[in-house]
T-cell receptor, first 115, second 116 residues
């Protein structure tokens, strides 16, 4: 069964601290893995996209890693800011080189940054 | 370049009424996806459409739900005879072709349906 599991479910950190969010998946075949940020009441916004051949991708203070062998990914946030408070969603695409857009979503990690 | 536009943003319907949610993809995007997000849950795939074609509707409930993406105009997600369990946020996304190669999929801001 194709699944995407994220941990922790929720996380509270102080402003300026770093944190790491985890994603494990069983989706097969695997094409790419995406991390999205979803603010409350808004649509998801893309942070990073990694194909099966990439093992790290950065976007400002966000760094995603991917181990396609163990089917694990992490999202590391450096020097957190209050605006980082949101749900972070791991999304896996099973299709490679095709036009099919079926995506599998994790439930997200709810991050709260306190001042 | 406008993003993915969804309307209405909020919709309240009584049980048994019909709900119609609209989605205009980003300019140049020919692929539209609909997802549903229940409270405290992740987004669940419903349907994937190209212009005038349903490509994958394996996530759509068998009854009361339908989707279309006509040659002209927005994509429409239609829910007939709504029930309380249909209350959710419905997100539309769009992409260019070959999303499997890593092209970004852009999401709209969602339509929040409340059934009373």
């Amino acid at each position: 069964k194709n699944q995407v599991e994220q941990s922790p479910q929720s996380l509270i950190i102080l402003e300026g601290k770093n944190c790491t969010l985890q994603c494990n998946y069983t989706v097969s075949p695997f094409s790419n893995l995406r991390w999205y940020k979803q603010d409350t009441g808004r649509g998801p916004v893309s942070l990073t996209i990694m194909t099966f051949s990439e093992n790290t991708k950065s976007n400002g203070r966000y760094t995603a890693t991917l181990d396609a062998d163990t089917k694990q990914s992490s999202l590391h946030i450096t020097a957190s800011q209050l605006s980082d408070s949101a749900s972070y969603i791991c999304v896996v695409s099973p299709d490679r080189g095709s036009t099919l857009g079926r995506l599998y979503f994790g439930r997200g990690t709810q991050l709260t940054v306190w001042p | 370049n406008a993003g993915v536009m969804q309307n209405p943003r909020h919709l309240v319907r009584r049980r048994g009424q019909e709900a119609r949610l609209r989605c205009s993809p980003m300019k140049g995007h020919s692929h539209v996806y609909w997802y549903r997000q229940l409270p405290e849950e992740g987004l669940k795939f419903m349907v994937y459409l190209q212009k005038e074609n349903i490509i994958d509707e394996s996530g759509m409930p068998k009854e009361r739900f339908s989707a279309e993406f006509p040659k002209e105009g927005p994509s429409i997600l239609r829910i007939q005879q709504v029930v309380r369990g249909d209350s959710a946020a419905y997100f539309c996304a769009s992409s260019p072709p070959s999303v499997g190669s890593g092209n970004t999929i852009y999401f709209g801001e969602g339509s929040w349906l409340t059934v009373v």
